[in-house]
């Protein structure tokens, strides 16, 4: 499954990419042009992978052998979010699909971040900024950040 829009790519499977609602990835999209009209334009792409997928790219890009719930690739006009629903959902014990897509959706909007060229300290407080912002129109709940 696909879901173009004009900042923000998803791709992956099906019950993968319908765990945030389409209406949330269009705000998502709102956030990024908002980044690229401060810093820099780009696009940036999210795909759903396997624990296995993930893994290969770990082990190929950064020589580690783990899975991670999220890697990011940065390039000059675009950058790419490879992220793992199983392993988040393995990594802190989640079988409720609302408290998923909520840490999902947590995931991909600190890793929105990591895919802009800015310091460590504006990625920080650019994401606690944006989630404190979205926070109710994305229905996220804040309580463990």
Known sequence: MTIELK???ILGYKEDVCIIEEKKYEII?????GICDKYESKI????YVS???IQVLNKKYRKQT???????FQYSDFAEIYICIEVIAQEIGLNNN?????EV????????????DITKEIKEKLYFDIVDE???ILDINTTNL
Do not use: E
């Not at 783990?66 to 990011?72: A, G, S």
């Not at 609302?98 to 909520?102: P, Q």
């Not at 959706?105 to 802009?116: G, K, P, R």
């Open 7 to 9: 900042y923000l790519n």
């Open 29 to 33: 999209n709102d956030i990024i042009k």
């Open 44 to 47: 940036i792409n999210i795909i």
């Open 51 to 53: 624990a296995k997928q």
């Open 66 to 72: 783990y899975k991670p719930t999220v890697l990011t």
């Open 98 to 102: 609302k408290d998923l897509s909520n």
């Open 105 to 116: 959706m947590l995931y991909i909007l600190y890793s929105i971040t990591n895919c802009f």
């Open 134 to 136: 979205y926070k109710d």
